[in-house]
């Protein structure tokens, strides 16, 4: 049984930082590809940043961020410890949003949101103006 479980949500002000983490069980985050989506009220989930392990005629890391967060935002995993981070800087306010982890098994990093079979909760990240 798969369970993800997204921590480190909160209120912070315009230009301020958080750092999101996703503990993964039932999936192993070095060789499954993990993404962020988030939601805001009204609007449908989106595509944040994802991570996966390579193709396979181009193995490594394979790191892809949407077009709104490029710059500001980070993924990264820390395979020891089966998490996946999301640092995000420079917020702002239509950053605001319920914040999901989200894994596939595969290694492409996909931007789709119904490629993904397995779901966190979801944790609230409010930037305050």
């Known amino acids: 049984q798969v369970q993800l479980v997204e921590s480190g949500g909160g209120l912070v002000q315009t230009g301020g930082s958080l750092r999101l983490s996703c503990a993964s069980s039932?999936?192993?985050?070095?060789?499954?590809?993990m993404g962020w989506f988030r939601q805001a009220p009204g609007k449908e989930r989106e595509f944040v940043a994802g991570?996966?392990?390579?193709?396979?005629?181009?193995?490594?890391?394979?790191?892809v961020y949407a077009d709104s967060v490029k710059g500001r935002f980070t993924i990264s995993r820390d395979n020891a410890k089966n998490t996946v981070e999301l640092q995000m800087n420079s917020l702002k306010a239509e950053d605001t949003a319920v914040y999901y982890c989200?894994?596939?098994?595969?290694?492409?990093?996909?931007?789709?949101?119904?490629?993904?079979?397995?779901w966190g909760q979801g944790t609230q990240v409010t930037i305050s103006s």
């Open positions: 989200a894994s596939r098994l595969g290694r492409r990093v996909s931007a789709t949101r119904d490629e993904y079979d397995a």
């Open positions: 039932g999936r192993t985050v070095s060789t499954d590809t």
């Open positions: 991570i996966g392990r390579g193709m396979s005629w181009k193995p490594g890391t394979s790191i």
